[in-house]
Structures are given as C-alpha cells and as structure tokens.
C-alpha cells in the first residue's frame, strides 16, 4: 500500500465470485456483494482484508463486525436483500474474460508476478516488487 500511496503503483481490484460455481454454493457472490457495500461506507480496504481473514465462508455481517464503522443500517440492508448482486454478476463476467484462474493473482504490466507464498508475505512479495524494477 505505501507504494500505491507514493503513486509507484496503481492497484485495481476485480471481485470475482467464481468459487460458488465450483461449490454450489452461495457465500462468494455474498461476500462480493458486501465488498461492493462496503465501498459505499468507505471501508472496501478494512472489510476485504477481514474477508480473506476469514477464507470468505463466514456471514458477511458477522466478518463485518470486526471492522469498526462498517455496519449499519444501510450497509446491513444491502448485504441482507443482495442488492448489489447485478454488480457481482458483472464483476465476475470482468474476471472471467480476464483470463486469471484465481485469486489473489498480481499483474505488473500485463504480465503475472509473485505466485504462491510470495503474495501473502510481505517482504517476500516486496522483493518481487523490487526484482520487477518496482
């Protein structure tokens, strides 16, 4: 996040619900449609990193707890009634026509950097960074 804050890197985010399709269930495109809630109540960066915490299986409310200031009567709304589902059902066509098979995937101009341990650690993932000329 520093170097996106120094303005080094630009990062985008593509929310993507395919693991229902391969579950059967639900809780992917349920907690891509908190995500995109929690845009609204300025808190997408604190509430996607709960998400992960969680491995994403949790009740959004009840991951959503742990984050101060997110919950409330216009987030819980949009999370209980789905009301971003047509946002997620367009998010998650962005990532399948990307390409990438899963997340979390980093590209560095077009090209994928820094696969397994190496995104989930942050000195390792820094060294891909500077490796890359970052």
């Avoid at 929310?15 to 907690?31: E, H, K, N, P």
């Avoid at 609204?40 to 992960?52: C, D, I, N, P, Y």
Wanted: with cysteine; net charge negative; proline share 1%.
């Amino acid at each position: 996040m520093a170097l996106a804050a120094a303005g080094k890197v630009r990062i985008a985010y593509v929310v993507a619900s395919f693991l229902d399709a391969r579950s059967g269930g639900t809780a992917s495109a349920r907690s891509a449609n908190a995500l995109r809630a929690s845009v609204e109540a300025g808190k997408f960066a604190e509430f996607q990193a709960s998400v992960l915490a969680s491995g994403g299986v949790e009740d959004p409310l009840r991951v959503a707890d742990g984050v101060e200031g997110l919950r409330g009567a216009e987030f819980d709304r949009a999370v209980r009634e789905g009301s971003c589902r047509e946002w997620v059902a367009s998010a998650e066509k962005v990532f399948e026509e990307s390409g990438v098979g899963g997340t979390p995937t980093v590209l560095l101009d077009g090209q994928q950097v820094g696969v397994g341990g190496a995104l989930y650690d942050h000195d390792a993932f820094a060294r891909v960074l500077r490796d890359a000329g970052v």
